[in-house]
């Protein structure tokens, strides 16, 4: 048997050189700036590639590392190569008619599953709490080896709970607590192979959506890798339990992460596959969300054709209207929501006033208690403004996200309001002016 035993990257850390791990990071985030990247790397991410844990970077990481370090390769900076990694060079490609996997690789979601389902019998499923405060905000999953009603629910109202805390205060101090109800659910799958079958096919789909939620909380706060683990744990639940819900669910959020890391191509086919999965699901609604996904694929392409056709989809299935069909996950999806994914295509095809447009209706359109989705909004606003320029109104748009910021905590964001300031610095200004200054003295990330 090979060991997994991890081996420290001491190339790596010769480069780091004096610099603490805190500096360095802070070095790396300056070079993604530099050429256009956003990465949420700290002290964390530092140490986890320092001590071999990170065998190779993720795609972004790839290119800032490159960049910093000009003319070196990958194995130069003391990583595996990456199809070592993923064990590409000793696997046979899927044949052409197989859905794309997350990483279009179905040996490595094979991988997922054994680690998901082949856990120990004797797993303790611990007592498993959610919530910014005190004993009103948990959510426990039971610990005991028989699987029923009770549990499952509790399984359940673990994925709304993180569903409503994201919503009103963003990923960044969730994402811990969250794994740990994950684990629970995951080991409760293992442990209740007793139970009836409507109960399996119930935990099953709980514990894909438990999976997706902790998924989407990496996405938000950075942890990009995490959130590809995530939702090839959901993908492969989804398959296993014939669950096209959960597998559209995946695939769509799939997608997502895809655009936002930089793997395009990947994006459109994840998009088209969770439309398969869709399709027999009478879900007006989540087509034109996959529509969508399709769409900010093409545009990160430059397909602005391609991209055109699939937002038109996405607003004819959108007005048909909403259905009893409708997944529960998707009650974000409201008419503010269609709007900003609409501008994020336009800004990727750096069509900067018609982004600042959608962007302007989905801040008009957004419900208040989504505060996490209005201050993202409002960043989405202010760089498009930034961009098309509008500075004095890119500045207004501005102090409405700082305004937002001590309630919300969120990478993502923050690198958006970054990204704006970097564009307003040059233009001055007495408005552009106070908002830099205000930008200033904002705290870092807790």
């Known amino acids: 048997m090979v060991s997994t035993r991890a081996v420290p990257n001491l190339a790596f850390r010769r480069l780091r050189g004096q610099r603490s791990a805190g500096e360095f990071a802070a070095a790396v985030r300056r070079a993604a700036r530099e050429i256009?990247?956003?990465?949420?790397c700290d002290a964390r991410y530092v140490g986890r590639v320092e001590s071999g844990e990170i065998r190779c970077p993720n795609y972004a990481y790839e290119r800032v590392f490159l960049h910093m370090f000009p003319g070196a390769t990958l194995e130069d900076l003391g990583f595996a190569a990456r199809e070592s990694v993923r064990g590409?060079?000793?696997?046979?490609?899927?044949?052409?008619?197989?859905?794309?996997?997350?990483?279009?690789?179905?040996?490595?979601?094979?991988?997922?599953?054994?680690?998901?389902?082949?856990?120990?019998?004797?797993?303790?499923?611990?007592?498993?709490?959610?919530?910014?405060?005190?004993?009103?905000?948990?959510?426990?999953?039971?610990?005991?080896?028989?699987?029923?009603?009770?549990?499952?629910?509790?399984?359940?109202?673990?994925?709304?709970?993180?569903?409503?805390?994201d919503d009103r205060h963003g990923a960044d101090g969730l994402y811990r607590r969250a794994s740990q109800p994950l684990?629970?659910?995951?080991?409760?799958?293992?442990?209740?192979?007793?139970?009836?079958?409507?109960?399996?096919d119930r935990l099953h789909a709980g514990a894909g959506e438990l999976a997706i939620s902790v998924g989407w909380l990496a996405h938000d706060s950075g942890r990009f890798e995490d959130a590809r683990s995530h939702y090839a744990e959901a993908l492969a639940t989804?398959?296993?339990?014939?669950?096209?819900?959960?597998?559209?669910?995946?695939?769509?959020?799939?997608?997502?992460?895809?655009?936002?890391?930089?793997?395009?191509?990947?994006?459109?086919?994840a998009a088209e596959a969770g439309m398969r999965a869709a399709r027999p699901l009478g879900s007006p609604r989540l087509m034109a969300l996959l529509s969508l996904r399709e769409a900010g694929g093409r545009a990160w392409l430059g397909d602005r054709t391609g991209c055109e056709l699939a937002m038109g989809r996405a607003r004819t299935a959108f007005e048909r209207g909403a259905r009893d069909s409708d997944p529960e996950w998707m009650t974000f999806f409201r008419e503010a929501e269609l709007e900003i994914l609409q501008a994020q295509c336009w800004s990727a095809l750096s069509d900067w006033s018609r982004a600042a447009r959608h962007a302007r209706r989905a801040t008009r359109l957004q419900d208040p208690h989504f505060t996490r989705n209005l201050a993202l909004y409002r960043a989405q606003l202010t760089g498009d403004l930034a961009r098309a320029g509008t500075a004095d109104e890119a500045a207004a748009a501005g102090h409405q996200v700082l305004d937002l910021l001590d309630r919300v905590q969120s990478s993502r964001i923050r690198s958006m309001l970054a990204s704006a300031v970097r564009v307003l610095r040059p233009r001055g200004g007495p408005e552009v002016t106070a908002l830099l200054d205000r930008y200033e003295e904002l705290p870092p990330a807790g």
């Open 88 to 165: 590409r060079g000793a696997r046979t490609a899927p044949p052409p008619t197989t859905p794309p996997t997350l990483h279009s690789d179905t040996d490595e979601e094979s991988d997922v599953l054994r680690r998901v389902f082949m856990m120990s019998g004797t797993t303790t499923v611990a007592a498993a709490s959610l919530g910014l405060g005190g004993p009103s905000a948990a959510a426990a999953v039971p610990a005991q080896r028989r699987v029923g009603d009770a549990e499952v629910s509790a399984v359940e109202n673990a994925v709304r709970r993180i569903r409503l805390l």
């Open 238 to 269: 989804a398959r296993l339990s014939g669950d096209p819900a959960l597998e559209a669910h995946a695939f769509c959020n799939a997608s997502f992460l895809a655009r936002d890391t930089g793997r395009a191509r990947e994006a459109v086919r």
């Open 36 to 40: 256009g990247e956003h990465v949420a």
């Open 183 to 200: 684990r629970a659910a995951y080991a409760l799958l293992d442990a209740g192979t007793s139970a009836r079958r409507s109960t399996v």
